[in-house]
């Protein structure tokens, strides 16, 4: 299959028999994040394997030289500059590799946009089955992002909470879709749950879907490669951003 054969425009095209179901409307995860006490899904079987393999290959192969590295690193004067014993404070810290796809003139968005991602991204099924799990309505005007975790990538602690945007300030959705090689060993994504960081879940499956209802704390476990395959072991995510529809006005 060509590269550009392997990026369904369409997120159904993506879906197992189960994966349908639940875009029809029925199946197990509908309306799971209606639930307050529920936020956050993680669904394996909902893509059938060989599309995974296929989008992750044309990612691998279109995408990967286009990448830039975002790293945030853990400030040192977050311990030489205490002053008080037991007063640790820890901004956000990340190390991952992202395509930036909200700059429409990046060599990123157009490689995306050529193969198809960004219609992938942005398809009515997409949202339609983002708004099955949420269990209410999703502004259509998406945000899409994709990222690539190589061994040691991680993301710390941090709850996504954006204050300063009046519509994703009463929360938002995040949907993503990770698409790991067969020389990643593990990676996980930790969060809290009443007030602990008790809850921890595998991301590193081909074709996993874990779906956000933000915000709320969680951190992503460094990503570790089968011994020896460092070189080819790596975490695709393709991640959408979905406001809740009729939320206030556009920010
Ligand atoms: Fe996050």
Same mark, same amino acid.
């Given at each position: 299959m060509s590269?550009? @054969?392997?990026?369904?425009?369409?997120?159904?095209?993506?879906?197992?028999?189960?994966?349908?179901?639940?875009?029809?409307?029925? @199946?197990?995860?509908?309306?799971? $994040? !209606?639930?307050?006490?529920?936020?956050? $899904? !993680?669904?394996?079987g909902m893509i059938a394997k060989g599309r995974a393999d296929a989008l992750r290959k044309a990612l691998e192969a279109r995408l990967l030289p286009l990448l830039s590295p975002m790293a945030?690193?853990?400030?040192?004067e977050t311990i030489w500059e205490m002053e008080r014993d037991y007063e640790e404070w820890l901004p956000k810290t990340v190390r991952v590799r992202t395509a930036?796809?909200?700059?429409?003139?990046?060599?990123?968005?157009?490689?995306? #946009?050529?193969?198809?991602?960004?219609? $992938? $991204?942005?398809? #009515?099924?997409?949202?339609?089955?983002? #708004?099955?799990?949420? @269990?209410?309505?999703?502004?259509?005007?998406?945000?899409?992002?994709?990222?690539?975790?190589?061994? @040691?990538?991680?993301a710390g602690p941090h709850n996504d909470h954006h204050p300063e945007n009046k519509r994703a300030a009463q929360g938002y959705l995040d949907l993503h879709l990770s698409l790991s090689s067969p020389a990643v060993a593990h990676q996980y994504m930790v969060y809290a749950k009443g007030g602990h960081f008790t809850e921890m879940v595998p991301v590193h499956g081909l074709g996993t879907l874990t779906i956000y209802r933000l915000p709320f704390w969680h951190y992503t476990t460094p990503l570790q490669a089968k011994p020896g395959r460092d070189a080819a072991a790596r975490r695709w995510v393709l991640l959408s951003t979905y406001l809740y529809a009729g939320n206030g006005r556009s920010a």
């Open positions: 590269a550009a @054969g392997a990026v369904p425009r369409e997120f159904e095209d993506l879906l197992t028999p189960a994966g349908r179901r639940l875009l029809d409307g029925s @199946g197990d995860a509908c309306g799971a $994040l !209606a639930d307050p006490r529920r936020r956050f $899904l !993680a669904l394996d945030t690193p853990i400030p040192p930036y796809l909200e700059r429409k003139r990046s060599a990123a968005y157009r490689a995306a #946009e050529a193969m198809g991602v960004i219609d $992938l $991204l942005r398809s #009515e099924s997409l949202a339609v089955f983002a #708004e099955r799990i949420a @269990g209410r309505r999703l502004d259509r005007r998406n945000g899409q992002q994709a990222l690539c975790y190589g061994p @040691g990538d991680y």
